[in-house]
């Protein structure tokens, strides 16, 4: 459990300072970053995606191999 909050944490604060940093970048440089912005946040959340449905994944393959089944053989009980 440490390890996982450990983890998380750091990969939150990681994202927290990318941003504060890329703020501070706009103001020292005078230049619109906002194209960097929405790409990074574009793919933040396609990973935080991925992540969520690692841990649906056995349960969306199990629906969607028991509903395979009934298309098949509706008639058969469900050896489960």
Known sequence: M???????TSVILGVYD??????MWEQR???????????FSVSIALMAGIYLL????EN???Q????????IAPNTPDPL
């Open 64 to 71: 969607h191999h028991n509903t395979q089944k009934r298309k």
């Open 2 to 8: 440490a390890h996982w909050l450990v983890g998380t």
């Open 18 to 23: 990318f941003y504060v940093g890329l703020h």
């Open 29 to 39: 440089t005078l230049t619109s970053v906002k194209s960097i912005n929405i790409a």
């Open 60 to 62: 969306i393959n199990f």
């Open 54 to 57: 690692q841990g649906r994944w």
